[in-house]
């Protein structure tokens, strides 16, 4: 399996931007798709964003859809996900995630794929 490090999350006033990225390491990294999941305190996780292996698809939940995007640079093994017009409700523990097939759901990261140990991402009112 491949080994996801996040970095980047932080404190930010709603409205501002942010962006958070997840190094791969172990396994060959254009052979996998990678996503963004988020969870925010008492609550499940949810899915963010994925992008597909060679980066030209990238899907959307739709309570980021237009504020977030996400790329990949295959050559330094990393995932990025670019947060902009962030809300309050953004807050969350956020997981970079790494699978061979798509879509990535959390059954089938958890049963055949990689989870990063997360980054937390707080936007203030």
């Known amino acids: 399996q491949v080994q996801l490090v996040e970095s980047g999350g932080g404190l930010v006033q709603a409205g501002g931007s942010l962006r958070v990225s997840c190094a791969a390491s172990?396994?060959?990294?254009?052979?996998?798709?990678m996503g963004w999941f988020r969870q925010a305190p008492g609550k499940e996780r949810e899915f963010v964003a994925a992008?597909?292996?060679?980066?030209?698809?990238?899907y959307y939940a739709d309570s980021v859809k237009g504020r977030f995007t996400i790329s990949r640079d295959n050559a330094k093994n990393t995932v990025y996900l670019q947060m902009n017009s962030l809300k309050p409700e953004d807050t969350a523990v956020y997981y970079c995630?790494?699978?061979?097939?798509?879509?990535?759901?959390?059954?089938?990261?958890?049963?055949?794929?990689?989870w990063g140990q997360g980054t937390q991402v707080t936007v203030s009112s």
């Open positions: 995630a790494a699978d061979i097939h798509l879509p990535l759901t959390i059954a089938t990261v958890t049963s055949t794929g990689s």
């Open positions: 992008v597909s292996w060679s980066g030209g698809n990238t």
């Open positions: 172990g396994r060959t990294f254009k052979n996998y798709a």
